[in-house]
């Protein structure tokens, strides 16, 4: 099952001027820029066409994924549950 789709964000969209194409990839200036780009999902891009600077996730959750996460995350609260009401019934 894939949930999570990589992507790479010099191929989408500016957020600025919407041009395609258009994203590399930026230095990160200061601790705080270091730290995002070290530790989360999000890089620096910088738009050669307009200038515009800031972060693209590398990767994108589909519509299809999500439901089938929120399926998984509603039985395993489920089987929680039941698994707690069991023990609450039989053991204590
Ligand atoms: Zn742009």
Redesign the pocket.
């Known amino acids: 099952m894939k949930v999570l789709i990589q992507r790479n964000p010099i191929f989408s969209k ?1 957020s ?2 919407n ?1 395609v194409g ?1 994203l590399h990839k930026s230095r990160a200036r200061g601790a705080w820029e270091q730290f995002v780009k070290k530790f989360t999902i999000f890089k620096l891009y910088r ?1 050669k ?2 200038g ?1 600077r800031g972060y693209k996730s590398t990767i994108i959750l589909t519509t299809e994924s999500l439901e089938t996460l929120a399926i998984y995350i509603a039985l395993a609260v489920v089987s929680g549950f039941i698994i707690n009401f069991v023990i609450k019934r039989f053991i204590s």
Do not use: A, L, R, V
């Open positions: 500016c600025s001027c041009s258009t738009c066409n307009c515009w």
